[in-house]
């Protein structure tokens, strides 16, 4: 069966489930959700825990083999399986599919799976984890919905602050729930419970490093403009390294190049994502970007920043900053540069 991540204290309460199955790409959400299932497994007498974590490397048949020991002191046991891919393979398959078909004795198993797609989530290892256990998606939290996110998180620690701080953090912490997180344990920190103002959330937000120059690749390659300009200003004023932002964009531009001219030539988009090794959220916004930039934008984009690179190092003149602010500006408005170079 099917819960929601929010039915999950409540359902714990109520009963405790042989099998529990994380599905999602937030880490914070699905560590706090499996900290919480097993906190839960030890106050009922689960002492003892067996950790797997499955990889290219990973022997099935010693689930199978741990599974079926039972303890010498007859203490109940955690099986905890972490299978990062999200792809368990021909063997693996099966091996889930008769493991769940045979639950161990005195045992809470806990599974933890990034998002699976519709046609993974038809295949029968994974329809038999549904059926079997408890399965509970880990939804992440839209952007719009952050500032929400972060007021609850607050009024948890008796603070809370007005709509515009909310918004202000949710702005700086670019999404990553992470990095929201450890800013709300150390507003617990350094201030009493009751209202936070503004400048004290600021004076907190403001004092560490906080952009990260693939959150500025994400935002060029989703045409995003406003916050490729604001991530950029950011790592300016945070000292960060001209050449390495330059590095990171010009090898995103040469990554849509290859995925461009394959497209054109009638590969199969997960072919192309799978040969340039990219997984997970970003195929959807790279593929998009791919069909969005037509491939003379993309060369042009990439002799942009030979010159932004013979800037840098001295033997052009010119601003570094400002070409790397027009590179990022050359994709997130790309329709309006083309327009500009045919009447050039």
């Not at 009024?155 to 800013?183: I, R, Y």
């Not at 004092?207 to 916050?227: E, F, G, K």
Request: glycine share 6%.
């Amino acid at each position: 069966m099917r819960i929601k991540l929010e039915q999950l204290p409540q359902y714990l309460q109520k009963q405790t489930a042989p099998l529990y199955t994380l599905l999602g790409n937030e880490p914070l959400l699905t560590l706090e959700a499996a900290d919480l299932i097993r906190t839960h497994a030890r106050q009922q007498g689960y002492t003892e825990r067996e950790l797997f974590t499955v990889d290219q490397h990973f022997d099935w048949s010693d689930l199978l083999t741990v599974g079926n020991n039972l303890s010498l002191f007859g203490d109940r046991k955690i099986i905890d399986i972490r299978i990062p891919s999200g792809k368990p393979g021909k063997e693996g398959s099966k091996t889930i599919e008769s493991y769940c078909n045979a639950l161990p004795p005195d045992t809470l198993t806990l599974i933890t799976l990034p998002r699976i797609d519709k046609q993974g989530q038809a295949t029968k290892w994974f329809k038999t984890l549904e059926t079997t256990g408890t399965l509970i998606p880990v939804y992440p939290i839209e952007r719009n919905q952050l500032p929400g996110w972060i007021g609850q998180r607050l009024a948890q620690q008796q603070q809370k602050a007005d709509s515009a701080t909310l918004q202000f953090l949710a702005d700086q912490v670019e999404g990553n729930l992470l990095a929201a997180h450890q800013e709300i344990q150390k507003l617990a920190l350094l201030y009493p419970a009751g209202n936070l103002t503004f400048d004290q959330v600021k004076d907190v937000v403001l004092n560490v490093a906080r952009y990260d120059i693939y959150q500025l690749s994400d935002a060029m390659i989703t045409a995003d403009t406003i916050r490729y300009t604001r991530i950029l200003s950011g790592l300016q004023g945070e000292g960060t390294a001209p050449l390495l932002i330059l590095a990171t964009l010009a090898e995103q531009i040469r990554q849509l190049i290859v995925i461009r001219k394959g497209l054109n030539s009638g590969q199969p988009p997960a072919q192309l994502l799978q040969a340039a090794r990219i997984w997970g959220d970003r195929q959807k916004s790279i593929i998009a970007a791919a069909n969005r930039i037509h491939s003379p934008s993309l060369m042009q984009g990439l002799s942009h920043a030979a010159r932004i690179d013979r800037i840098i190092k001295g033997v052009d003149q010119g601003d570094a900053w400002g070409e790397l602010l027009q590179l990022g500006l050359r994709f997130t408005i790309h329709e309006n540069w083309q327009f500009r170079n045919k009447i050039q």
